[in-house]
């Protein structure tokens, strides 16, 4: 079993659906970090969390530490948030990456 | 925002030789640069992480010696792939977390696919 897991694996959405990505990990964390790959390889960091819940536009992440578990929800999805969505845990000595979520949202 | 610039964005070369990987922090002072390596449809895996100055910390099984992190500025981060071989090909990509209470996230380079034939 993976440390970080994340669920599902790929995805596939009409435009303007409330998507979400589950992020589980198993290690104990200083942070938690959603991640975006987009097809071309490069990364934006969209979050970092230890704690509650954090909005940047059409995009929220929560974080429940006690469970363990962070969600990343796209509200209003679009076409251009297709990408890989990564989970990433941050510890002392140790970072961990989900496998990643290939989101596809179709016009 | 935070820019960090990756150069080069591809790269071809013959087993044995060695390439080197710039990552620039543009417009703000990179403390602590993060190096990843990620094969065709998996994850990321960090190999290092430095701090200006110092030397860098690798992770379990990546040898320093083949992958080498110079970080001699607040700027300026290298990775030397020594001695590639083919199964170094892969996407080599850098992180930046910066000075000060605004730069808590990580800033990403464009990475580099680097291919050895």
């Known amino acids: 079993k993976n440390e970080v897991e994340q669920s599902p694996q790929n995805l596939t959405a009409q435009e303007g659906e409330f998507i979400t990505i589950n992020c589980s990990y198993s290690?104990?964390?200083?942070?938690l970090h959603w991640l975006q790959q987009h097809p071309g390889g490069g990364i934006v960091s969209l979050f970092m969390l230890s704690s509650g819940k954090k909005k940047h536009g059409r995009l929220i992440a929560t974080i429940n530490i006690q469970e363990k578990h962070s969600s990343l929800h796209i509200t209003a999805s679009h076409p251009r948030d297709s990408a890989v969505y990564i989970c990433s845990t941050s510890g002392t000595y140790k970072y961990i990456f989900g496998t990643g979520t290939r989101l596809k949202v179709l016009a | 925002g935070a820019v960090v610039s990756q150069h080069p964005s591809r790269v071809i070369c013959k087993s044995g030789t060695s390439v080197k990987i710039e990552c620039r922090s543009l417009d703000f002072q990179a403390t602590t640069m993060f190096w990843y390596r990620q094969f065709p449809k998996q994850s990321l895996m960090l190999m290092a992480t430095?701090?200006?100055?110092?030397?860098?910390?690798?992770e379990q099984g990546v040898e320093k010696d083949k992958f080498l992190i110079n970080h001699a500025s607040l700027t300026l981060s290298t990775l030397t792939v020594t001695s590639a071989h083919p199964e170094d090909s892969s996407f080599y990509i850098c992180?930046?977390?910066?000075?000060?209470?605004?730069?808590?996230?990580?800033?990403f380079g464009s990475g580099t696919r680097l291919t050895v034939v």
């Open positions: 290690v104990g964390i200083s942070a």
């Open positions: 992180s930046a977390r910066g000075r000060g209470p605004s730069s808590y996230g990580y800033t």
């Open positions: 430095s701090n200006e100055g110092s030397k860098a910390t690798y």
